[in-house]
């Protein structure tokens, strides 16, 4: 089976035949861990570089993410059976008091589609609920997302609180949402933002890939 026929089935959101394809490459033997690397993943690439030229817009991602997400259901338990975890975890979530998700979410689905391991929290969730989940999965990168202008100020006191707890420098903090903007995120000390959920996933690639090269060149 051509692997390039499941890419275009993500870029085109073709979510039945993404997962009709990907049960049937698994049951003629190909390994999950090719689908994934080789099919899935350089469809959410695609999908992520037309987001960012305009030629896609957030209906569009939607449904191919819809398309990986479903493949991978069928994916996801036979990674983990085979011990073929992702090298890379994220949590993402909500800041507390602020009950919108969509945007994370969005996030959440194209970082999985990037071959990270997701961890979504959703909605509300406090900064002790954040560091919990990133010791517990031992997570390398938070996302943090806040809607409204009342509720930002949370993502400060997840930053803070990484700093009381001296674990700041053992992750990467990602913020976004509508309120939020580059010089919110350099005042709290965030690692980046980006107004979109594409270009956000393409910074958090592009800086884990810098982050893993630095360490093997140590």
Same mark, same amino acid.
């Given at each position: 089976? !051509?692997?390039?026929?499941? *890419? ?9 035949? =993404? ?5 049937? =490459?698994?049951?003629?033997g190909m390994e999950p861990s090719d689908i994934l690397n080789n099919g899935l993943i350089p469809g959410m690439d695609i999908v992520g570089d037309k987001f960012q ?14 398309? &990986? +997400?479903? =493949? &991978?259901?069928?994916? @996801? ?11 890379? *975890? $994220?949590?993402? #979530? ?7 998700? %969509? #945007?994370?979410?969005?996030? $959440?689905? &194209?970082?999985?589609?990037? #071959? ?10 406090? =900064? ?7 010791? +517990? ?12 202008? *009342?509720?930002?100020?949370?993502? $400060? *006191?997840?930053?803070?609180?990484? @700093? ?5 420098? +053992?992750? @990467?903090?990602?913020? #976004? ?10 005042? %709290? ?14 910074? %958090?690639?592009? !800086?884990? %890939?810098?982050?893993? @090269?630095?360490?093997?060149?140590d």
């Open positions: 089976m !051509d692997l390039n026929e499941l *890419t275009n089935y993500v870029v085109e959101g073709k979510v039945v035949q =993404a997962e009709s394809f990907t049960v049937e =490459a698994l049951a003629e030229s305009r030629e896609y817009f957030m209906p569009e991602m939607l449904v191919s993410a819809k398309a &990986m +997400k479903q =493949a &991978m259901i069928h994916i @996801k338990p036979l990674l983990a059976k085979s011990k073929e975890k992702a090298e890379l *975890t $994220a949590i993402c #979530g909500t800041v507390v008091g602020d009950l919108h998700d %969509i #945007g994370v979410s969005l996030v $959440a689905m &194209m970082l999985e589609g990037a #071959g990270f391991e997701v961890v979504l929290l959703g909605s509300d969730n406090t =900064a002790d609920e954040f560091l919990s989940a990133m010791e +517990k999965h031992e997570a390398q990168v938070l996302c943090l997302s806040a809607l409204l202008t *009342t509720t930002i100020n949370g993502m $400060a *006191t997840v930053i803070d609180r990484a @700093k009381e707890l001296e674990v700041r420098g +053992k992750m @990467k903090i990602y913020v #976004g949402g509508a309120p939020v903007t580059d010089q919110f995120s350099d005042e %709290i000390g965030a690692d980046g933002f980006k107004p979109d959920a594409a270009s956000a996933v393409k910074m %958090i690639k592009e !800086d884990m %890939i810098t982050l893993q @090269k630095n360490k093997s060149d």
